[in-house]
């Protein structure tokens, strides 16, 4: 059994940055594709950004592209996410989540999913 757990949320200013942290244990994910998803309040979980399981490959939602880099640390079992220049509207729950099926949007293909870390952004 796999677990992955975030830290990193937290509450900042319009513009301000922050970085997420996924750590996994119970198993190796490194030869899985990793990715972040996020739910704001009233709306459906949304695709965020993802990673190969080299790291070679990296996706990203529009409404984050230029602004969130995601990256991997495999010998610390470690995903990460930079997001500067944050908005309002990326207020959410942001989960990250591990796909046997390659990097993808499609969320159904995430098998292991982490418990979430607030992220508030004020204006």
């Known amino acids: 059994q796999g677990q992955l757990v975030e830290s990193g949320g937290g509450l900042v200013q319009a513009g301000g940055s922050l970085r997420l942290s996924c750590a996994a244990s119970?198993?190796?994910?490194?030869?899985?594709?990793m990715g972040w998803f996020r739910q704001a309040p009233g709306k459906e979980r949304e695709f965020v950004a993802a990673?190969?399981?080299?790291?070679?490959?990296?996706f990203y939602a529009d409404s984050v592209k230029g602004r969130f880099t995601i990256s991997r640390g495999n010998a610390e079992n470690t995903v990460y996410l930079q997001m500067n220049s944050l908005k309002p509207e990326d207020t959410a729950v942001y989960y990250c989540?591990?796909?046997?099926?390659?990097?993808?949007?499609?969320?159904?293909?995430?098998?292991?999913w982490g418990q979430g870390t607030q992220v508030t952004v004020s204006s």
């Open positions: 989540a591990a796909s046997p099926a390659g990097a993808t949007v499609w969320e159904g293909v995430y098998d292991y």
């Open positions: 119970g198993r190796t994910f490194s030869s899985l594709a």
């Open positions: 990673i190969s399981w080299s790291g070679g490959s990296t």
